[in-house]
């Protein structure tokens, strides 16, 4: 009797640890980033290395980002314009407008707008749960894309 009592707490504290981590992990946060910039297409590749979601990619981060017919090519190595991407984990569109406006209000709030106005497009050839493996350290910034 002891003894089933004693794996029962310890398994409740265990518990309990597990859920304060996970929260701490995808609870939204605020990504204080830099707005009121002037970002065009040809300086959205350095905008998007020098911002702070940049250094949360896993290290075999492979996905494009399109803003009409300029593509980048994202991986934790850089942003690579007219980059071509072979089986990228994701690929997100967007309009040519949205290049300026990440600039003046920030990615976050201009993929919240995108999102907003359905002008926003998503493919993937992975499952939700193979991104989400690959890319949970960005889950607390999922408010970006709703």
Known sequence: MLRASLILSVLVI????AAAYFYDNVSGIDLREATGLVVSLESFPVYLETHPLFDKLPEKANFEINFGG???AVSKNGVN???VVENP???LSLPDKYAS??????LCAALK?????GEIEFSTSASKFELFLKYRKLVKY???LR
């Open 101 to 106: 406006r990440i600039g003046e209000v920030g």
């Open 70 to 72: 300029n593509a980048y």
């Open 81 to 83: 314009e007219n980059g």
């Open 142 to 144: 999922r408010d970006c």
């Open 113 to 117: 707008e995108a999102v907003t106005n």
């Open 14 to 17: 265990a518990l309990v640890f």
């Open 89 to 91: 984990d994701f690929s």
